[in-house]
């Protein structure tokens, strides 16, 4: 099959499913999205369930592509336009950070992309996660993607040069995730009321709350 093709079917979905929500999701949704022809998507993933899978499989590999970039990219570039922290492991690819000044950029990097070009990806994985809690085989194909950002997360720290004892990971962690609906909202008040109107702030005080005296 043509790759580039299944590429785009890919990325189709995952339009159809951040736009429409789960139940939007049909082969006819994604044929249009994609602009090919109608039964297009049918001959690539024969089954709605195959184009769930192929959906979060495409947001996984577009989270990992993102996070080594922004992992690879100078300290002043980590903290402007970048990723969706979350869905996926991946920020802790890579030497790391050095430092906590570095972490705390390149965190604010990956939450800033939430509310913006990883906007589509964040709220299609989130479609998928509702979708999981009915559909047991996709949970598993889910569950190694969400538990291996808490492995990933106490790799940064180390690599910073920060405590990284799992509690403080998954603190870390959650926090993080904790953060994206918030900022897929963009609801002012809440924004301002849980320091999401200020991400660079927003990770410097948070890396002092879980490391404490080391961050600074």
């Known amino acids: ?4 093709r299944r590429d785009r079917l890919r990325d189709a979905a995952i339009a159809v499913l951040a736009r429409e929500g789960g139940r939007g999701l049909t082969h006819r949704a994604v044929d249009a999205a994609a602009a090919v022809p109608t039964g297009t998507a049918k001959n690539y993933f024969p089954t709605r369930d195959a184009l769930l899978r192929a959906a979060a499989e495409r947001c996984a590999e577009q989270y990992h592509a993102l996070a080594e970039a922004l992992a690879e990219a ?3 570039q980590g903290a402007g336009p970048g990723a969706g922290a979350g869905p996926a492991s991946g920020p802790g690819a890579g030497a790391g950070p050095a430092d906590a000044t570095r972490l705390a950029a390149l965190l604010a ?4 992309n ?3 070009p990883g906007r589509i990806r ?3 994985y989130l479609e998928l996660q509702a979708e999981a809690a009915r559909r047991p085989w996709l949970a598993a194909l ?3 993607l969400a538990a291996a950002d808490f492995a990933a997360h106490a790799h940064l720290l180390r690599t910073a040069g920060l405590p990284a004892k799992p509690e403080r990971a998954r603190a870390l962690t959650l926090a993080l995730h904790g953060a994206i609906p918030h900022l897929l909202t963009g609801a002012p008040a809440t924004l ?3 320091g999401l109107d200020d991400l660079d702030r927003f990770t410097r005080e948070l890396l002092a709350a879980v490391c404490g005296e080391e961050t600074r």
């Open 114 to 116: 939430t509310a913006g």
């Open 109 to 112: 990097g990956l939450l800033r």
């Open 1 to 4: 099959m043509n790759q580039d």
């Open 142 to 144: 889910l569950d190694p």
């Open 122 to 124: 964040v709220l299609a």
């Open 74 to 76: 100078r300290p002043e």
């Open 192 to 194: 301002a009321a849980a």
